[in-house]
T-cell receptor, first 112, second 114 residues
Framework: LAKTTQPISMDSYEGQEVNITCSHN???????ITWYQQFPSQGPRFIIQ???TKVTNEVASLFIPADRKSSTLSLPRVSLSDTAVYYC?????????????FGTGTQLKVEL | NAGVMQNPRHLVRRRGQEARLRCSPM?????VYWYRQLPEEGLKFMVY????????ESGMPKERFSAEFPKEGPSILRIQQVVRGDSAAYFC????????????FGPGTRLLVL
């Protein structure tokens, strides 16, 4: 399983765009990149998943460069309710890799 | 469409007692995963089960811990003779199929061992 490296914490203000970058230098050909969000006392919640280039949904965008050795989760116009821990995970989509490996994540704190 | 259900949400046990944690997957999901989270840490995989089968238990401690997912009823994570180090949040996740489809997590059970 590819190891991921993220900043331990980030601070932002309401209305700003937040970009959280994750490094995964040993990503394998079959690996996908998935981001989860976790609020205190709750289970992680799936945000977005991608393989290459750019993926966008109603919550966030995920940018993946051509070498796939890193990825950036972009949260547009954050609000106080986006304060949470964000986990970047890398794993094989095709069989044998169903266990998710969580790092320590990035604690995002959004202030007024 | 109920999500993943876990109960109890909080469980207090004294050292040496048994803890039973229950997980009901989302409707239509036949794959269940258990994770443990210690304070200030990320989740650690414990075990992956399908109905009546343990597929991967590589993250499960060899002693005192067991898991099952019977044909009928919820998945159970059982911890025998609990110790203080077992105090943690235990999360269950479910997915519909095998090929790493999105896992949906429950709210967790917070176990406190006195």
């Amino acid at each position: 399983l590819a190891k991921t490296t993220q900043p331990i914490s980030m601070d932002s203000y309401e209305g700003q765009e937040v970009n959280i970058t994750c490094s995964h230098n040993n990503i394998a050909t079959n690996d996908y990149i998935t981001w989860y969000q976790q609020f205190p006392s709750q289970g992680p919640r799936f945000i977005i998943q991608g393989y290459k280039t750019k993926v966008t949904n109603e919550v966030a965008s995920l940018f993946i460069p051509a070498d796939r050795k890193s990825s950036t989760l972009s949260l547009p116009r954050v609000s106080l309710s986006d304060t949470a821990v964000y986990y970047c995970l890398v794993g094989d989509l095709q069989g044998g890799g169903n266990k998710l490996t969580f790092g320590t994540g990035t604690q995002l704190k959004v202030e007024l | 469409n109920a999500g993943v259900m876990q109960n109890p949400r909080h469980l207090v046990r004294r050292r040496g007692q048994e803890a039973r944690l229950r997980c009901s997957p989302m409707k239509g999901h036949s794959h269940v995963y258990w994770y443990r989270q210690l304070p200030e840490e990320g989740l650690k995989f414990m075990v992956y089960l399908q109905k009546e089968n343990i597929i991967d238990e590589s993250g499960m401690p060899k002693e005192r811990f067991s898991a099952e997912f019977p044909k009928e009823g919820p998945s159970i994570l059982r911890i025998q003779q609990v110790v203080r180090g077992d105090s943690a949040a235990y999360f269950c996740a479910s997915s519909p199929g095998h090929s790493q489809e999105t896992q949906y997590f429950g709210p967790g059970t917070r176990l406190l061992v006195l």
